[in-house]
């Protein structure tokens, strides 16, 4: 038995929705959201948004999909996609490209080619904790402020935590805002033989016991970038601030993408709990690659049992007082079906099931093939044998969905008001466009867990 059923994630109505200027797939790593922003991309555009997918994706798989060579800083138009007024654009974040891209703006010609040139800039600009995620909000609000698109979904880093992507910008921001680059440059603000005197003084105890820990060329290396930077490190908090306002303004609508596992639905839970706290406009929850059955009517138990019969001698066919002999006449019985409990109708449906397949096998024994022909033992016990493989992956894949299902019921107990689209699982992975079209629809007719 499952939960209450959630209500039902309308994707479409919130595609079409005008108001809706921004997208966000937020989630734990490895469950889907590049493929759901790219989804959800082609299917906007295709339904007359102007839409934007940004995408923080190392792979070039996304490109390929989409028919374009390689996804850089600069969207670039899918050609394929589109109708009506619709269009289709795609990047991929660099977040080097996207902190270079800053100091060139906010910084003179000269003051830019020294700060780009510092040794520490470059190790903070390539990979700083953060750098990443600091960089995502700022590409969201260039995009926004361009206004080239109605539509600009965003596909978020792939972090160790989902929460990183609210959290790394003000952490970054606090870190060149804080106390520890305010003291690296306090002796430049001085200034003077006052600025010496501090530095030879106030700093040489700190300076010394940094150069220590850090090692004294580090040390100036952060210190003339301090310096180079001065003009700009409040530009960082501001603008993350900025884009944060911009995240819980309406026009926004966060979906959170999980797979239907304890982790990723764990994290999931964790992220709507924190939109809530930061007033962040939650649409739904995107329930990737669920697993379903067109034969769910067989009970895993009920497979097993039959699987076990055809292995270990059809122990369900024999004749009751005749526990070692065999049926071997040219009819065979239906058996008699008990009545009585649920548990003793169910093993008669197992007799059933397994009954079937040993009288195909009995029938070809009373009716042998010509002279010549091969024997039918041996086909039989293939045929065996491969049925009970088949029987037990079916209970394997039951398993599988019960185990599922009981993990979205647990995220539902917790949260019934969130809104639930499932996307069942494909095959193989989506490659091209017509993979991300079926990817788009299912989201579109998306079932609500427990339903």
């Not at 010496?196 to 952060?222: I, P, Q, R, W």
Request: charged fraction near 25%; proline fraction near 4%.
């Amino acid at each position: 038995m499952s939960m209450d059923t959630p209500p039902q994630l309308a994707v479409d109505r919130l595609l079409d929705d005008r108001e809706t200027r921004i997208i966000v797939c937020c989630g734990a790593g490895g469950v889907g959201k590049t493929t759901t922003a790219a989804a959800l991309g082609v299917r906007a555009a295709e339904r007359g948004r102007k839409a934007v997918v940004l995408t923080i994706d190392p792979a070039r798989r996304l490109a390929q999909s989409m028919g374009i060579d390689s996804l850089d800083n600069t969207p670039r138009k899918v050609e394929t996609v589109g109708a009506g007024d619709g269009e289709l654009h795609a990047m991929m974040l660099d977040m080097k490209r996207t902190f270079d891209e800053i100091v060139e703006a906010h910084a003179d010609a000269e003051r830019a080619r020294a700060i780009l040139a510092n040794p520490f800039y470059q190790s903070l600009s390539a990979g700083f904790a953060g750098t990443q995620e600091y960089m995502a909000m700022e590409k969201l609000g260039q995009l926004r402020a361009r206004d080239d698109w109605d539509l600009i979904i965003v596909d978020t880093p792939p972090s160790r935590s989902a929460l990183d992507f609210l959290d790394a910008p003000k952490r970054l921001g606090s870190f060149l805002d804080g106390k520890f680059i305010r003291v690296l440059m306090a002796p430049a603000k001085v200034g003077g033989r006052a600025g010496m005197k501090f530095l030879n003084v106030g700093m040489s105890m700190m300076t010394g016991t940094l150069s220590k820990l850090m090692g004294a060329s580090l040390l100036k290396d952060v210190q003339t970038f301090v310096a180079a930077m001065d003009t700009m490190f409040g530009g960082f908090r501001t603008r993350a601030d900025a884009t944060f306002r911009l995240l819980q303004a309406p026009g926004t609508a966060f979906l959170v993408v999980a797979a239907p596992e304890a982790d990723a639905l764990r994290e999931a839970a964790y992220f709507v709990e924190r939109l809530a706290a930061e007033n962040m406009p939650l649409a739904g929850l995107v329930l990737n690659r669920v697993h379903g059955s067109g034969a769910d009517q067989l009970s895993a138990e009920r497979a097993l049992a039959a699987a076990e019969n055809l292995e270990e001698g059809g122990i369900v066919d024999q004749e009751s007082g005749k526990a070692g002999l065999r049926d071997s006449g040219a009819e065979a019985t239906e058996p008699t079906e008990p009545t009585g409990t649920a548990e003793t109708a169910g093993s008669a449906e197992t007799a059933r099931t397994a009954h079937s397949a040993r009288t195909t096998r009995t029938t070809r024994t009373a009716n042998p093939p010509e002279t010549g022909s091969p024997g039918t033992e041996g086909d039989t016990a293939v045929v065996d044998r491969i049925t009970a493989g088949l029987l037990r992956l079916h209970a394997e894949r039951m398993q599988v969905i019960a185990r599922e299902q009981r993990t979205r019921d647990r995220f539902t107990s917790l949260h019934p008001e969130v809104a639930v689209a499932e996307v069942a699982a494909l095959p193989g992975d989506v490659h091209d466009l017509a993979g991300l079209r079926a990817i788009g629809e299912r989201l579109a007719a998306g079932v609500p867990a427990g339903a």
